[in-house]
C-alpha cells in the first residue's frame, strides 16, 4: 500500500471555501483541521480522510453558506416550485400526451447527440499531433484539363533543398511508399511500406509501445504498427526479431524490429504500417536518383520554428518552380507550390490528388451539412407535436390559467410557468435523448461504417453543448403556447366563453408541415432502396461476374500461371494484361495537332475483350498474333463523346512519339465505381513483357471451384509469394455495402420521422376526440353507424391530409432528385411513382392512426360517455 | 420567558460553553458535549448552533490563539453574554418550578399506565 500523506483531502477544502461565509473560514477550517490531526491517531488515514469529508458536506447549512445571489431570487420566486409541481402532476396525468412529447424530443436530441459525436470526431482528425500547426505538407497546384488543382506530391530533390536554403525550415520528411511482401517465418503477406527520413516520428505524434523512435536514423531497422505487430508476432514484443521485406522477386533485405507504435487514434487520416529509413530506397530500386526534378516523391513534409515563418518559405519558392519547369515537359508544368499546415489539412484532403493520406479519408463536410439538416428537421417535428398537443389541451387548463391571473399572476408570470413545464419536459426528453444517441443511435452508425467516434459522455464540451440544445428546443416548443394561451382575458376565462383548441389553423399549418416531411422522408426511404437495387443489377459495361483475376509479378509468372489455368475445364478464356479495370490504369496525355488530351490507358492481350464481356460499338478488337496492331487503339464512347468525332475510326493521336490510330470503338465501361462518372479511357495492345494481371473467364456455375483452383496452383506455382487476386466483382471492396448502407440510413430516418408525425397526429386526435365524447354518445343513441362517426372524425383531416400531399408530393420528388444527382453520377431513372408509394404509405398510417380512435369511440358505451362530470 | 426562543440542542450547547469558560471553541465544545451526550455529533450542527445563538445575542466571541495543530488557523473562543445566562437561568427556574408541580402520584400512575 501505498503511504498516504498526513494531510486532509483538498478537494473538500476547496469545496467549503467556495460555499462558507468568509468571516467563518478561519476558524472552521482550523476545527475541522484539529479534528481531522485527532483522528488520524484513532483511525486509519484513510478513514480520517473520510470523516473529514463527510462533515465537510454536513457543514453545508443555511445559516453557515454565503448567500448567493440566484439562490435568493429563486426562493423569492417561490412559485416556481408551484410550477414545476404543477407540470410534473400534469405529465402524470396525460401519460399519452407526455409520452409522445417526451419520446420524440428524445428521438430528436438522440439524433443531435450523435450529430455533436460526429462533428466532433471529423473536427479532432489529426489533432493529435503536437506539431500540427508547424508541419506542412508540400503541394503544388497545376492546370490540368483546364482547372487548376492541387497535388499532394513534390519534386524529388525539393526535400533536400528546402532544408539547405531556408534557415527558417528546421526538420524535412520525404515519404515515399512501395508495396512489397514481408515475411516472417509461416507469415507471408502483400504490405505497403514507407520509406521516411529519421525525422518523421519527431515530426509526427505517433508514441511508441515498445523500443525507441531514434532507432529509424539506423538503415538496418524497421517501426511498425499495432495491428502489423499482431499479425505478424502476436501478443508478444516482437523488438530485436528480424522480417524479410522483398522489393521484387530477388531483391530483399532483412529489417530489425526497433519499434511497436501504440494503438493510432481512430480519427486520423495519416499512418503507417512499417517505416523503414528513406535511404533504403537505393537497396529498393537501384538507381533510384533523388535528384531528378521530373519525378516525384509521394510527399514531402517541413517543420517550421513558428507557424508564421511558412510565409517566408512560401516567398521563396519560386526558384524552384523555375528548376522544376524547366525539367519537365510543357503539359506538366506547374503553377505554384503551396504548403499545407498538418492541422487543417484533413478538410482538403478530397480537393489534393495523389495525396499520401489514408484511402477513404473524406472532408465529411457533407455529411456533417446533410446530418445538421436532418437533425434540424427531427427537432422541429418533435417541437410541433409539443405545440399541438400544448395548445389542444390548453383548453382543460384554462380555469387554472384564470385563477392564476385573478390572484395577480402577471402575463409574464404566465409565460414563464408555461416555458418552466416546457423545461421539465425537454429535461426529461434530454435524459432519454442522451441514452438514445449514446446505447442506440451512435453503436448503429458505427457499426454501418465501421469504425468508432471513441465518444464518451466524460467530455465538458458535450455538457455545454446539452445544456443548449435543451434550451433552445424548450423555447423554440413553448414560446408559441405560453404566449398564444397567456392572451385570454380572466373574465372571458372564468365565464367560460372561450372555445379554442379545437379549430386552431396553426395547430393544422404544423400538422401538415409535418406530414408533408414525412412524405419526405419516406420518398427518400423509397428510392435509396430502389437505387440500391437498380445499381446492383446495372451493367457495369463488362461481366463481373464470372470473372476471376490475379495480379503477377512478370511475363513468366503470368505463363506458369496460364499453361496450370488453360487445362482447367472450368475456365473458358484467360488474357493477360499490363493494367485491370477496376484494380490500375495509366493516365496518359494524347496530343493532337490542336489540343492534348488526358485520358485511361489499358495496355491489354488481343484477348481481354472476349474475356472481360466488353462488347464492341463499332470497328474491331485487336487482332491475336504475337506483334499485332502495335500502333492501334480502341477508344470508350465517353472519349468518342469527349472529342466529338462524327466518324472516330481512323482518327489518330500522338502518345509521346508514337503515333496512334483507332481502329474500335468499346461500348463505355465502369473503370470507377457508380460514384464518380465514366471517364474517357482506351486500349492498346500490351507487350507479354508488361504483364501485371491475368484475367479469367470461367464458368459461371463453377465460379467458385474455379477461384479454388487458382489459388491452388498459385500457392504450388509460388509458395513465397502471397496471392493477390479476387472476383472481378468485389474489385470495388464495399461497393454493394455501401449501397445497401444509403437504403438502410434512410429507412431508418423515414421511420423515426414518421413515428414522431404519426405520434402527434395520434395526441391530436385523441384530444379531440375525447373532447367530443358526449357529443359521439349522443350521436350514438340516435343510431349512429360506423360510417357516421368515421365520417366525422375523418372530416376534419381530408382537406389537411390532401393539402399536405399536394405540397409534399411535388416537394419530396424535387427534393430526392437533386439529392440523387448530387450523390450518384449514374442513378435509376427517377417517375413519378415513387411519390405516389410514398404518398399512399403515408395515407395508410394516416388512416390507421384515426382508425385507432374511431373503434375506442366505437367500443365505448354512450352511458359512459354522458356520465362525464 | 421572553420572546426569544432557545430550542434544546441550543440550550445543552449554550450551558456547554458556559462550563468550558476560557476553553470554550468549536472542537472543545463537540467533544464536551459527545461525551457528555455519549453520541457523535457533527462540525455542522454545532456550528451552525453558535452562529445562531450569536445572532440572537446569546454569545459572543472573540479569535484567540493560533496552534500548530490548526494548520495555523486561529480559534474563536466563546463566551456567554449576561442576556444568554439570564435565559439559561429562565429556563432552569421555569424547569425546576414545572418538577415541583407535578403530582407525585400522577407521574407514578403514568409511568405504571
Redesign the interface.
Known sequence: MKPQTLQPPHWPLKFLRFFLKKEYLEEIEGDMEEIFYENTERFSVGKAKRIYTWEMIKLLRPNLIKNFEFVNKIIQYSMIKNYFKVSVRGLLKSPVNSFINIFGLAAAIGFCIFFYAFVVYTFKRDQFHENKDVVFLTTFTASREGALRQYGLSPRPLGELLKQDFPQVTKVCRVEDRNVIVKHGDNIFNERIRFVDPTFLDMFTFPLKWGVSTSLTDLNSVVISEPMAEKYFGDENPIGQSILVKFTSENGKEFKITGVAKKFPSSRSFDFHFLVNFDNLRTAQPGFDFHDWSAFHQATFIQVAQPSDITMVEVGMSKYKRLQNEAVEKDWAIASFQFEPLATTHIKTDEIREDVFREGTHSNLTSIKFLSGVCILMLLLACFNYINIAISTSVKRLKELGVRKTIGATRRLVIVQFLSENIVVTFFAMLFGILLGWLVVIPWFEGLWHFSMEFSLNDPRLWMYLPVIMLITAIASGIYPAIYISRFQTVTILKGSVRFGQRNPITKIFLGFQLVLACMFITSAIVFTMNGDYLANRSWGYSNRDVLYTAVADESAFQQLNDVMQRNPKVLSISGSAQHIGKTHQTTVLHFPDKDFEADRLAVSPSYFKTMGIELAEGREFKDFDGSDKNAVVVNETMVKNLSWSNPLGQQFRIDSITYEVVGVAKDFHSYSFFSLLKPAFFTVADKKDFKFIALKVNREHEQSAFEDLKKSWVTLYPEIPFNGGYQEDVWGNYYEQMGIHGHVWRVFATVAVILAMLGLYGLVAINVSGRVREFSIRKILGADYKNISNNIFKQYYGLVTVSLFVGGPLSFFFIKSVLDFVYDYHMPLTIWVVVIAASLLVAVVVITVATQIIKVFKSNPVEGLKVE | MKKTKLGEFEELVLLTVAALQQEA???EI?RELESRLQEKL????I??AL??ME?KGFLTSK?GE??A???G????IYATTSYGRKVLEEMKDIRTQLWSAIPKLAFELKAIG
Open positions: 471553541y468549536g472542537v463537540k457533527s462540525v455542522g450542527s456550528q451552525s452562529k445562531r445572532d479569535f493560533a496552534t495543530k490548526r494548520g488557523k486561529r480559534k474563536r
